[in-house]
Nanobody, 124 residues
Framework: QVLLVESGGGSVQSGGSLSLSCAASGPTYGSGCMAWFRQAPGKEREGVAADRYGRTTTYTDSVKGRFTISRDNAKNTFDLQMNSLKPEDTAMYYC??????????????????WGQGTQVTVSS
């Protein structure tokens, strides 16, 4: 069983930055795909960024050039650095993981383990 715990959410003004971190524990950490999703009130959960085995990454178009996903196997964490934040980035952010994968998917169904979420609020 893999346990994921997010941290680092908060409130920031438009144009600001936040860094989210997901601490992972369990026997399967260090491999597979890890991703960040977000869900705003009244909207579907959206894949934001994904990392496959620390080798390849993908991002949804709206965050390209602003967000960066990374993992630190030594610390058992994977992070999401968010720069140039916009009010439309406001959402609950979730980290997710799956032990084995062939592509760095942004689809929620591809992931088995989920964190509890951390709120990000961007004011204009």
């Amino acid at each position: 069983q893999v346990l994921l715990v997010e941290s680092g959410g908060g409130s920031v003004q438009s144009g600001g930055s936040l860094s989210l971190s997901c601490a992972a524990s369990g026997p399967t950490y260090g491999s597979g795909c890890m991703a960040w999703f977000r869900q705003a009130p009244g909207k579907e959960r959206e894949g934001v960024a994904a990392d496959r085995y620390g080798r390849t990454t993908t991002y949804t178009d709206s965050v390209k050039g602003r967000f960066t996903i990374s993992r630190d196997n030594a610390k058992n964490t994977f992070d999401l650095q968010m720069n140039s934040l916009k009010p439309e980035d406001t959402a609950m952010y979730y980290c997710a993981a799956v032990p084995w994968c062939t592509v760095e998917s942004l689809r929620a169904v591809a992931y088995v383990y989920w964190g509890q979420g951390t709120q990000v609020t961007v004011s204009s």
